[in-house]
Each structure stands twice: as structure tokens, then as C-alpha cells.
């Protein structure tokens, strides 16, 4: 049966060409990108959504802002709750920590909940080369783990797969009956899930967002998979990024809100799961060990570059949603845990092993979409412009796009030569376009990109100066005319 994937291992420019190509891949994202963002504007218009926006942004401004001090804070906490708290500087730091943690308890089976911060640091492969199986339970996570896939979007971490290759794929690993019934495919996940939770012996997540005054970890689902984990194994770990603080208990609902809102068009999710410290005497359930691993891996470095607005993001996935080149592409095509508009930015600047990471700031039309669907009001489109010119800046760019650059230059400093050139486009471009029913079918050399996927209307025969020219000259005769 085909399907929606993309080969992970090619180069950026055919992992492109495949996805564009990929109908299947384009049923999928239509599917569900276009059902996701509609649920966004409705839950955002059901409230004050611009103000509930620039609250949460001058919340993620404040944490930036104090970050050294809300760590410290973070840690005192949740030191006094009887957890453990580790920091990471990179991505080995991690692995290292938590296979640690592991051995130290002879853990042999891990369930893990949804976390994007744990696929940055490739955690799970770390855990089974030291010997353990790793589950995940969200029920997207355990459909691409048994395909043996990395997740596509933040949030919904399977959007690229259609319910036909889903059932495939429970056919040949969990023996499921032919159906298409997505209750009967949840039923079959729920029954095999459950058994692993009962089993057993280390429970990780990630952070939704971690609350400084009271040592708080908090993980937003909408499946009891993330409660489980948090509550029913021996020791539970979180991992989190050392920007997922928020200051105050009211600053996290304020958070949570527009989260839920953002990310799935709820006004809540159907779980909050918050963890503060170990199971204490009476408690009915909770980890007899509770440890928080803090995650820099090039965070620290972003702040210094300048692009620590990025750190704002509280990972809805609405950016992704509403942008044309993922919704065209997917989130494979991107080549990293991080994809759509918010991983261009965050994938060329934190420490990934990312091939062609150069390339993903020009993954993006400009438009906008993506600035005015965050919730934070990160302004994408300014940082990617940006590294646009850092990858300039470091020579990084090919003869063609430096020669063709400066000659627009050279033109734009000119008016005669602007004109001039005005001029040769139109003559050429239309000459073109005669040559093929009205518009360009082919453009020559590297410019063959461009109408390898689509047209290129000819310019203008008369230009906007010229048309502007001949309005004035004959105002400024009329005038003439009734002066005399």
C-alpha cells in the first residue's frame, strides 16, 4: 500500500520534492491542518483572545527576563518537595543522567508520555542501547514508534498518517483484525498500553511548563497516558527545557489556557497532571523518586544570538498549522524535531544533529501566518529574515545567489537601471509567454525551479512608472489648458 511517508535519510531538497509529490501525504495534512486551525480561531474568539495573548506574552518576557533567578527558585522547590533536580548542558548530559537514574534502580521497562525535549536529545535510543525497553503511551507517539518514525508536528505527533496505514500498521504488530473503526483501533492500543504501565519501573515526560513558587512540574493531555506515567511507576523523571518556567501559580493557568485553546481548540484539555515532589506517607499514589532533568542544549546560546524571542513558545503547534509550506510539506521534510516556522528558527540555533539545517529558514513564504496564530506573538517571520542573512553572512549560500543578489542591488541603487531592467523583463517575459498560450511553462537555468511546480505569469508590457507618466502629462495639460 503506498503511503504518506517520507524517506528520513535523503537530502532536504528531495525530502521536499518527495513530500510535494506525496498525495498521500497531502490528504493527510489537509485532513487534519485546516480542522486544527479553524478550532483555534473559534476558541480564541470565545474570549478576550488579543488580550489573553499579549498577557502571556509579558508573562514569557518576564520569565526570559529573570531566568537565572526562576531556575534557582525551580530547584529550591522542588529540592524542598523531596525531588532531585539535574542539569544538562547538552544533549549527552542527559542520556548520561538518566540511564544513571535508571541503572541506580534497576529499572528495566520504561513508559514515557508525549515529550518533544526527550526526541531533541534522541533519549529513547540512549535508554535501549543500555539495555531497557521503551514504551511510548500517547497513542500518536506509539503509532510512529511502532512504524519506527520520528513524530511530524509538535502536537499531533502522527498528523501524517491516514487511518488506513494506522490500522496497517496494528495489523502487523499487535495482530489486530482488519477494521477502520478508530474505536476499535484505540480499544486494541488501550489493551496493549496498559499492560506496559503495570509493568512498569520508570515513568518519563516532558514539561509543559514548570511553576517556579511551588516547584510544580505540569503536563497538559488529553489521554490518561501522561497521569499514568507521572503516577504509577517506582520513579518518575520529567525533562524540560530551561525556558519552560512560569513565575506564579495564576501565570500557568493563564498559560494553560492559551495552550488548549492554541493547540487543539479546547478550552481545556482533558488533563492537567501536576507533580511536585515524591509519594509521601498516605498519599494514595505517586513515584517513590521524583527527578527533574533541566535541558540547555544551545538555549543559553540563543539568548546571546539574539533569538531568544523563540524561547517564548509554549509548543501549541498552531504556527504549523496555518503555514503553507508544512501544510504543503509536512513536518518530515524539515529533517528535525522541530519543524513548520517555529523549528526553522530553533533548529539552526539549539544543538541538533540536523543535516541541511541552513536550509530551513528559507521553508517559509513570509507571510505571516505564523506571527499572527501564536499565541506568544513571536515574530517568526522577522527571525527567519534574519537567519536568512546569518546564512549569508557565513558564505554559506551558492555563486548563483551572491551574484544574483548583488546585481539587484547594483539595480535598485539606480533608477535608470531599475527602469531599464523593468523593461528587458517585460519584453523578454512576454516574448516567453507567447511562445506558450500566455504564460511561461519553462524558465531557464536555476530559474527552472520555479515553474518545475508551477507558472510564471509574464510582466507587465506597460510598467506602473509608465502608466503613472502619461496620467500626470496629461493632468498637467489639462491644467494648462483651463490656466489659459
Not at 526553522?344 to 536550509?359: F, Q, R, W
Not at 528587458?424 to 527552472?448: E, H
Request: proline fraction near 5%.
Amino acid at each position: 500500500m503506498a503511503t504518506s511517508t517520507i524517506d528520513l535519510t535523503l537530502p532536504y531538497k528531495t525530502r521536499v520534492k518527495d513530500a510535494l509529490g506525496n498525495k498521500h501525504l497531502k490528504i493527510a495534512l489537509e485532513r487534519s491542518t485546516g480542522r486544527m486551525a479553524g478550532q483555534r480561531v473559534a476558541a480564541m474568539n470565545a474570549v478576550d483572545g488579543p488580550r489573553l495573548r499579549n498577557q502571556v506574552r509579558q508573562m514569557k518576557e518576564y520569565v526570559l527576563r529573570n531566568l537565572p533567578d526562576l531556575l534557582e527558585q525551580l530547584e529550591t522547590n522542588i529540592t524542598a518537595n523531596g525531588g532531585r533536580v539535574h542539569w544538562a548542558k547538552e544533549a549527552v548530559d542527559v542520556q548520561r543522567i538518566v540511564v544513571e537514574i535508571a541503572r541506580k534502580a534497576n529499572v528495566q521497562k520504561v513508559v514515557k508520555a508525549k515529550s518533544m525535549a526527550t526526541e531533541e536529545v534522541h533519549l529513547n535510543q540512549a535508554l535501549q542501547a543500555a539495555g531497557m525497553k521503551v514504551v511510548e503511551t500517547d497513542l500518536g507517539e506509539y503509532i510512529i514508534q511502532l512504524a519506527g518514525e520520528p513524530p511530524s508536528h509538535i502536537v499531533a505527533p502522527v498528523i501524517h498518517r491516514r487511518v488506513e496505514e494506522i490500522s496497517d500498521i496494528f495489523q502487523r504488530e499487535l495482530d489486530m483484525p482488519p477494521t477502520l473503526d478508530p474505536q476499535v483501533i484505540c480499544s486494541v492500543a488501550r489493551g496493549a498500553l496498559r499492560k506496559e504501565f503495570l509493568s512498569a519501573d520508570m515513568g518519563i515526560s516532558g514539561c509543559n511548563f514548570a511553576i517556579a513558587e511551588t516547584g510544580t512540574c505540569c503536563i497538559v493531555t488529553n489521554e490518561g497516558n501522561g497521569r499514568m506515567t507521572s503516577t504509577l511507576p517506582r520513579v518518575y523523571v520529567v525533562v524540560m527545557g530551561i525556558e519552560k518556567l512560569v513565575p506564579t501559580v495564576e501565570d500557568a493557568f493563564l498559560q494553560y489556557q492559551a495552550l488548549s485553546r492554541s493547540a487543539t481548540g479546547q478550552q481545556c484539555s482533558v488533563y492537567l497532571s501536576m507533580t511536585s515532589g515524591p509519594r509521601k506517607p498516605g498519599d494514595a499514589d505517586g513515584p517513590e523518586e521524583f527527578h527533574v532533568v533541566l535541558l540547555d542544549n544551545g538555549r543559553v546560546d540563543m539568548l546571546a544570538k539574539g533569538y531568544g524571542e523563540a524561547l517564548c513558545c509554549i509548543r501549541c503547534g498552531a504556527c504549523l498549522n496555518v503555514c503553507p509550506v508544512y501544510r504543503e510539506i509536512g513536518g518530515h521534510a524539515y529533517g528535525s524535531t522541530y519543524s513548520g516556522p517555529i523549528g526553522a528558527v530553533i533548529s539552526p540555533n539549539i544543538h541538533l544533529e540536523v543535516t541541511d539545517v541552513d536550509k530551513l529558514p528559507y521553508a517559509s513564504s513570509l507571510c505571516g501566518a505564523c506571527r499572527d496564530a501564536c499565541p506568544v506573538k513571536i515574530d517568526l517571520p522577522r527571525m527567519l529574515v534574519e537567519l536568512r542573512r546569518d546564512v549569508v553572512e557565513a558564505g554559506d549560500t551558492t555563486v548563483f545567489d551572491r551574484a544574483g543578489m548583488q546585481a539587484f542591488s547594483r539595480m535598485m541603487q539606480s533608477r535608470a537601471s531599475y527602469e531599464a531592467a523593468g523593461g528587458l523583463g517585460s519584453l523578454g517575459s512576454n516574448l516567453l509567454a507567447g511562445l506558450s498560450g500566455g504564460v511561461i511553462k519553462s524558465l531557464p537555468g536555476p530559474l527552472a525551479a520555479w515553474t518545475s511546480s508551477r507558472d510564471f505569469p509574464p510582466l507587465a508590457k506597460r510598467s506602473f512608472r509608465a502608466q503613472w507618466r502619461e496620467r500626470m502629462k496629461g493632468r498637467k495639460v489639462i491644467g494648462e489648458e483651463q490656466n489659459a
